[in-house]
């Protein structure tokens, strides 16, 4: 049994009780013990002075990619595990696009183990939505649920035919789990490799419109008030996806949605240059397309903060523009990207951020944590909101380096993270 801990004088946000003020905050047992002023701690306590920080429950990702099984060149559960721990995360969803797919119990149960092994962050499978991510027959939602899928996904591939995205919305519903899409009209994306607009046409490059992403936004909208099932918008970048998802909650519909620090932080401009750490699916937009994702996340439009954590080799980013792979790594630089360019900028207060990046992910995908209620799970971060860091990809515990945002000052980091009521990173530098 792990010793007790206290977490002293710091400023405490639980935005699942809207509380926000200094106390103290026991763990003992795996569990969060109390939360008050003056504990007494029990003999043996490790006591962690945090005058200055913040005491949260740890951050949750509810999109990541491991790349474990079949790609443990990119990265492992092990090492994702650590970079999400680094980042202040306690618990990440891993995307099923892995070799082999993530559609049976078999590899359900072996991401488990292998989380299990490392000891880092909680990691939760994300099953797949069909067989082998074919599009053609529904994976065995109840298997997979049964192993300890939390939600299922064809991420990477969007689920083109309407049918299969009904019969899956109705199927996870008896299991009460969301179906995560990846909004994309093949037909329309086919060959593009960045936003259709004025970058792509002065790189000479096939550009994918905005529509590609809104028309399935939309059909999956339908087929939501359809089933009255959960679909969950996996990293959403236009803005005519979040006036959509906008009307759907004006509706009352069970419809999510997720943005990546990457689409509120960037525009289509960082691909000058042929840059291939800014090509990503979706592809980075415009300016308004990102004001408006800021926006939606301001209002509550778009529900969570995801990281899409997509770690690539460097000789696979070193490619044509074309030919080179989609996706960044973002575990270790969300959460002061995220106070950056929404804190900072006074469009979000640290308590409604830290309601986007843990609670609410916890809530969506019915998780343990996003809470420091009495009880609850020992997941907890210590963050120093006011500390001014540089992005040094080589410094990174993730096994790639795929990242444009290398060399950038950024402020705000985890100093601690907790897991189970164990610390599981502890910042020394």
Not at 143 to 168: F, I, N, Q, T, Y
Not at 231 to 243: F, I, K, N, Q, Y
Not at 279 to 285: A, G
């Amino acid at each position: 049994m792990s010793r007790p801990i206290l977490l002293k004088g710091g400023r405490v946000i639980d935005p699942s009780r809207r509380s926000d003020g200094t106390a103290d905050v026991l763990l003992q047992g795996g569990r969060i013990e109390a939360v008050g002023l003056n504990i007494l701690p029990p003999d043996g306590t490790q006591v962690v002075e945090c005058a200055g920080k913040v005491v949260a429950p740890g951050l949750i990702d509810v999109h990541v990619h491991l790349r474990e099984p079949g790609q443990e060149d990119l990265e492992t559960v092990a090492t994702g595990a650590m970079a999400a721990v680094a980042g202040g995360f306690t618990g990440i969803c891993a995307m099923p696009n892995t070799d082999p797919v993530c559609d049976n119990q078999g590899v359900v149960g072996f991401v488990i183990a292998q989380a299990q092994r490392a000891a880092k962050a909680r990691v939760y499978p994300i099953g797949a939505v069909s067989v082998g991510q074919k599009g053609q027959q529904l994976a065995e939602f109840g298997e997979l649920v049964g192993a300890g899928a939390v939600a299922v996904s064809d991420d990477g591939k969007p689920v083109a035919s309407s049918h299969l995205m009904r019969m899956a919305l109705e199927y996870a519903k008896t299991f009460g789990i969301p179906v995560a899409d990846h909004c994309e009209d093949p037909t329309l994306a086919a060959g593009g490799s960045m936003h259709e607009g004025i970058i792509s046409t002065r790189l000479g490059l096939k550009g994918i419109p905005a529509a590609a992403e809104e028309i399935m936004v939309a059909r999956d909208i339908l087929l939501a008030e359809l089933t009255g099932g959960h679909v969950h918008l996996c990293h959403m970048s236009t803005r005519g996806s979040v006036e959509l998802i906008r009307r759907a909650k004006d509706a009352g519909l069970r419809v999510t949605a997720e943005a990546c620090p990457h689409h509120f932080a960037l525009t289509h401009e960082s691909c000058l240059g042929y840059n291939t750490n800014a090509k990503m699916n979706p592809p980075l937009r415009e300016d308004l397309d990102r004001e408006a994702i800021r926006q939606g996340l301001k209002d509550g439009t778009i529900d969570v903060i995801a990281t899409d954590h997509a770690p690539h080799h460097y000789d696979a980013k070193e490619r044509e523009f074309d030919d080179a792979p989609n996706g960044i790594i973002g575990l270790e630089t969300a959460f002061g990207l995220a106070m950056a360019e929404l804190v900072n900028t006074g469009l979000l207060s640290l308590p409604d951020l830290l309601l986007r990046m843990s609670t609410t992910p916890a809530r969506t995908f019915n998780l343990p944590g996003g809470t420091l209620a009495t009880g609850a799970p020992a997941d907890v971060v210590v963050l120093d909101p006011a500390i001014q860091w540089v992005v040094q990809p080589e410094a990174f515990f993730s096994k790639s380096r795929n990242t444009p945002f290398a060399g950038r000052t950024l402020t705000g980091r985890a100093e601690l993270t907790i897991v189970r009521g164990q610390v599981a990173f502890q910042r020394t530098s």
